[in-house]
T-cell receptor, first 116, second 114 residues
Framework: DQQVKQNSPSLSVQEGRISILNCDYT??????FLWYKKYPAEGPTFLIS?????DKNEDGRFTVFLNKSAKHLSLHIVPSQPGDSAVYFC???????????????FGQGTELSVKP | DADVTQTPRNRITKTGKRIMLECSQT?????MYWYRQDPGLGLRLIYY???????NKGEISDGYSVSRQAQAKFSLSLESAIPNQTALYFC?????????????FGPGTRLLVL
């Protein structure tokens, strides 16, 4: 039972345009959401996060939007650059069990290709 | 120098063999994790440890065991490897004092079980 889903395995975008990566979740107890980025032959690296008390968090070219009623979050990259080409993982956690710490549930990943 | 290192980076083994994957970190973090990545399934948690004396099962611990030899070292063992354990394995760490979800990953170990 996949609690966090990324339904698009891949996305191709032209350089300079907006990339939108989507993620859906089923567990209403999730209260913290993150995006990780992964290059080939490297481990995932933390990109941006959002608490469930917010609906938007922005960090430079990266913005994450959260729609709790739809159980949906998205990552916007504007403008997209060739160096953004990577696999992006959405992840979620339940912080009310914070003392159990760091138990992330990951989506399947979306491979983004930004073409020059 | 990498903060989280994994050895070996690649490993081919045969069904029934016992193998160990090792993870070391220089970040001084208390919490360490082992994940596996499979195509179409994302990353799934195998085991995690909050300190040297603490070991916890994750989503998919069957067929695996772990050892936390020191704060900086966390190893994953496959007691009797089977082909469906072929996957990419990642170790990760997080800081007790910071957001636990901000985990720092090693480069991964690619394991093939024949």
């Amino acid at each position: 039972d996949q609690q966090v889903k990324q339904n698009s395995p891949s996305l191709s975008v032209q350089e300079g345009r907006i990339s939108i990566l989507n993620c859906d979740y089923t567990n209403s107890m999730f209260d913290y959401f993150l995006w990780y980025k992964k290059y080939p032959a490297e481990g995932p690296t933390f990109l941006i996060s959002i608490s469930s008390i917010k609906d938007k968090n922005e960090d430079g070219r990266f913005t994450v939007f959260l729609n709790k009623s739809a159980k949906h979050l998205s990552l916007h990259i504007v403008p997209s650059q060739p160096g953004d080409s990577a696999v992006y993982f959405c992840a979620a956690s339940v912080r009310v069990i914070y003392n159990q710490g760091g138990k992330l549930i990951f989506g399947q990943g979306t491979e983004l290709s930004v073409k020059p | 120098d990498a903060d989280v290192t994994q050895t070996p980076r690649n490993r081919i083994t045969k069904t029934g063999k016992r193998i160990m994957l090792e993870c070391s970190q220089t970040k001084g973090h208390d919490r360490m994790y082992w994940y596996r990545q499979d195509p179409g399934l994302g990353l799934r948690l195998i085991y995690y440890s909050f300190d040297v004396k603490d070991i916890n099962k994750g989503e998919i611990s069957d067929g695996y065991s772990v050892s936390r030899q020191a704060q900086a070292k966390f190893s994953l063992s496959l007691e009797s490897a089977i082909p469906n354990q072929t996957a990419l394995y990642f170790c990760a760490t997080s800081d007790r004092g910071g957001p636990q979800e901000t985990q720092y990953f090693g480069p991964g170990t690619r394991l093939l079980v024949l």
